[in-house]
């Protein structure tokens, strides 16, 4: 998938199976999936392509619920941008225009649910673009998520580029794999 980028400044890919995230208990810090969220500035990236809707429909299911429980639980100081991706890259704009990095406030969260909701499994892969749209954002911290189908890794030239770009911020790649009970 995104394995040469762990030469550039990958801090953790994780594979996880298809199952819900837990809500996080009060005082807890946010996670999303097996990693803490500890950045001020975070951008959340998830795949959308086809292949998130085999089998059942789980992968889609289980990528929105774990951002709703990340945003749900982000500290008062941490901001956050959203992007989805298939062909094309889609960013939630908030009310008050695009490009602002937002706080996890109701009101917002709200706007960002039916964001989510409105998202369904479908086209094809492209991972750099969606990456590149991240960096442009310049988070402390980026949260990937995808199914991996190798035949969508990066090109060498894109691994260059995009780890060139990384700079300080963190990539932490989430990958869905199909496990028991799935």
């Known amino acids: 998938m995104l394995r040469g980028l762990i030469v550039g400044g990958l801090l953790g890919v994780v594979a996880v199976s298809l199952v819900a995230a837990e809500p996080v208990s009060p005082g807890e810090r946010a996670r999303f999936f097996d990693f803490e969220v500890k950045g001020r500035r975070v951008a959340f990236v998830c795949d959308r392509s086809g292949s998130m809707s085999e089998p059942d429909g789980k992968p889609m299911a289980a990528a929105k619920a774990g951002l709703m429980a990340s945003l749900d639980a982000l500290g008062e100081s941490q901001q956050f941008h959203l992007f989805f991706y298939s062909d094309r890259v889609t960013v939630y704009t908030p009310p008050g225009g695009p490009g602002r990095p937002m706080f ?28 590149t749209a991240a960096l442009a954002v310049a988070p402390d911290e980026i949260f990937f998520l995808t199914d991996g189908d190798p035949r969508d890794d990066l090109a060498s030239d894109e691994v260059e580029r995009l780890s060139g770009r990384l700079g300080r911020a963190r990539l932490f790649v989430v990958q869905f794999s199909v496990g028991n009970g799935t």
């Open 104 to 131: 996890a406030d109701d009101d917002t969260l709200r706007g960002v649910r039916r964001f989510v909701d409105s998202m369904s499994a479908s086209g094809g892969t492209r991972h750099a673009d969606a990456l």
